[in-house]
């Protein structure tokens, strides 16, 4: 692969590393020397395009911050609705409830029968009311487990991208001070 053919959109800043040191170990050697020949203006065409990608995969961890927070937020609205939703119902059958033990407690003839009839019928509401919240708290509590696992994934992920921005710009300064290096060695050796 050569400069030419990195598509700078597409290109990822570890496929532009790799070739950079590619064309380092393919070099030709000097002799008597460590020092090796490459093509400057290839080197420099490849870390343009990597300065130029690494931007962009900042923004796009930036992108995956800004869904998981649309994430979180609508994992907790839809748990708070629940929750409501579930107060609301549970309110409801306690009002009938009562209600209804009420109208049987009214009547002459039933009366203790009715207040056994309402004392059951409460236990039941009550029951069923917090089967409900409990319910309610279940699919909270796993939403946002899920959630909390997903931006743990995210976080890896943006620690990975910015190891690798900071490896290329360790690789970078290292080419820079070789450059800077072999140019001095190449003035003395003009000098002599």
């Known amino acids: 692969m050569t400069s030419h053919d990195i598509d700078e959109t597409g290109a990822s800043l570890l496929e532009i590393l790799e070739e950079i040191t ?35 995969q900042i923004v796009a961890a930036d992108s995956v911050l800004q869904d998981a927070a649309a994430v979180s937020n609508e994992a907790r609205d839809r748990a708070e609705d629940i929750t409501s939703q579930a107060n609301q119902e549970a309110d409801q ?25 309402s004392a059951r019928i ?37 620690d990975s991208i910015q190891h690798q921005i900071a490896a290329g710009r360790g690789v970078i300064a290292d080419r820079r001070d070789d450059d800077i290096a072999q140019d001095v060695m190449s003035s003395e050796e003009a000098e002599l």
Not at 127 to 156: F, H, M, P, W
Request: glycine content about 2%; overall charge negative.
């Open 22 to 56: 590619e064309i380092v170990e393919n070099a030709k050697s000097m002799p008597l020397s460590a020092s090796v020949l490459i093509n400057r203006s290839e080197v420099l065409d490849l870390l343009q395009t990597a300065r130029d990608i690494v931007p962009a």
């Open 93 to 117: 059958i306690l009002a009938e409830a009562r209600e209804q033990a009420s109208r049987l407690v009214s009547q002459d003839s039933i009366t203790i029968a009715a207040k056994s009839q």
């Open 122 to 158: 409460l236990d039941e509401a009550k029951s069923r009311a917090d089967r409900v919240k409990r319910g309610a708290d279940d699919y909270s509590d796993a939403a946002l487990e899920n959630l909390a696992q997903e931006l743990v994934t995210i976080q890896n992920e943006i």
